[in-house]
């Protein structure tokens, strides 16, 4: 059990650890960038909030990379991950939701609602501007809708960030369970 926690403690105390969060959140957006232009899906607005969800996980891996060894930094990526996790799971259950149960009373905007300081929809049109509705389901594999991927994604991220959350904290690359 120590040498289980040493292993990860040390692991999350790399920068491979954060490189690895950081790939894998990039990963997601490359994919969401090919879904919307390669294949031509438009994405909605609820789409749009997530990929800003996981635009958070990246910025919390890089930041993470930055310094892995201060506990200071590690606290901050940490905290980062998880607000953008859970929202990005929160926004993806409510998408899953307008899909399965479509009602003209739960519907989605059609422009995102960013801080009039922070348009990024009119900064960034071809990535952040959403020109699909929220109860198409323009995608499916497997079976599984592509907001319910999301949903196993954020999900995914919510995991790893439990069982990271006590060596990222542990000031130690060594901790003991005796002192």
């Not at 790399?14 to 390669?38: D, V």
């Not at 149960?101 to 959403?130: D, G, K, Q, R, Y």
């Amino acid at each position: 059990m120590e040498l289980t926690l040493t292993v990860i403690t040390r692991f999350a105390h790399s920068r491979s650890s954060w490189f690895l969060l950081a790939g894998t959140a990039l990963g997601l957006e490359l994919s969401a960038l090919y879904f919307q232009h390669i294949m031509k899906l438009d994405p909605c607005v609820m789409c749009i909030y997530q990929r800003l969800a996981v635009f958070g996980i990246l910025a919390a891996g890089l930041i993470g990379m930055t310094a892995p060894k201060y506990r200071i930094v590690r606290i901050l990526a940490a905290i980062v991950w998880a607000v953008s996790a859970t929202w990005g799971l929160k926004l993806a259950l409510s998408l899953v939701d307008m899909q399965t149960n479509p009602s003209p009373f739960s519907t989605c905007s059609f422009l995102p609602e960013f801080p009039a300081w922070m348009p990024l929809h009119e900064w960034f049109p071809s990535i952040m501007m959403p020109t699909g509705m929220c109860t198409d389901v323009p995608w499916v594999f497997m079976g599984v809708t592509m907001a319910e991927w999301m949903v196993v994604a954020f999900s995914g991220f919510l995991v790893a960030w439990l069982l990271f959350i006590v060596p990222i904290l542990s000031g130690s690359n060594k901790p003991s369970l005796y002192k």
